[in-house]
């Protein structure tokens, strides 16, 4: 998983100002796959977020994670881009433990506004909520067994 965040660090290295990393966070966001319709909803919707957004989870056959997420302000869409490329597919034990180290290193939260920063942290919070209810049933079908 570290691996991942080491590729977004670097990748984010190349740009000297935060206008052009803004454009390479809207150009993420763009490259998100589209949410179901039936998942943008108030019940799937982040509270905390200035702007609107959404995220799902799902557990697939292997017992990973899998996220899919939108946002209607498109800087929010290519934050929640980096949390899914560095969270989707991992158990949700893996979800829970790991630090996302990369959002200081490429001085994300440094650049946020403070309500964009609640943004990101109620976002960071959902996609652990997600991860522990997951771990939490996972729990449960090995002590029924």
Known sequence: MDTIQEEIIEEFSVFDDWLDRYDYLIGLGGQLPPISPEHRTEQYQISGCQ?????????DSEGLVRFSADSDAIITKGIIALLIRVLDGRTPQQIIDTDLYFIDAIGLSA??????ANGLAAMVKQMRLYALAFASREDHKNTDA
């Open 51 to 59: 702007s609107r957004v959404w995220v799902d989870s799902r557990l």
């Open 111 to 116: 650049n946020l506004s403070p309500t964009r």
